[in-house]
């Protein structure tokens, strides 16, 4: 069973950073597609930053320049570096992966998500 786990947020000002890390539970993580998505209460579920299983990045146009989404496959850890936050970035951070899917288009594409890490900026 595929477990995600995800740490690394808190409150900060705007202009700020913090790195989100999210572990995975199995040893063949060097095989899926993973990716950060984000969520405010009442809204929908937006994809941040992607990384498949090659380690090619994709990211929506509002983090360009701001977020770094890495893997590490001998840890078996996915990171999102995050910085000159903004409010506008407060949600609820969400790892996801899936074996076959990737990029941010398609939330209900990925089979396995983390419970999310709460990144509040104000």
């Known amino acids: 069973q595929v477990q995600l786990v995800e740490s690394g947020g808190g409150s900060v000002q705007p202009g700020g950073s913090l790195k989100l890390s999210c572990t995975f539970s199995?040893?063949?993580?060097?095989?899926?597609?993973m990716g950060w998505f984000r969520q405010v209460s009442g809204g929908e579920r937006e994809g941040v930053a992607a990384?498949?299983?090659?380690?090619?990045?994709t990211y929506v146009d509002s983090v360009k320049g701001r977020f770094t989404v890495s893997r590490d496959n001998a840890k078996n850890t996915l990171y999102l570096e995050m910085v000159t936050l903004q409010p506008e970035d407060t949600a609820t951070y969400y790892c996801?992966?899936?074996?076959?899917?990737?990029?941010?288009?398609?939330?209900?594409?990925?089979?396995?998500w983390g419970r999310g890490t709460q990144v509040t900026v104000s």
């Open positions: 990384i498949d299983n090659e380690g090619t990045p």
């Open positions: 996801a992966a899936d074996r076959l899917s990737s990029g941010l288009n398609n939330w209900r594409s990925y089979s396995y």
């Open positions: 199995s040893y063949t993580y060097r095989k899926f597609c």
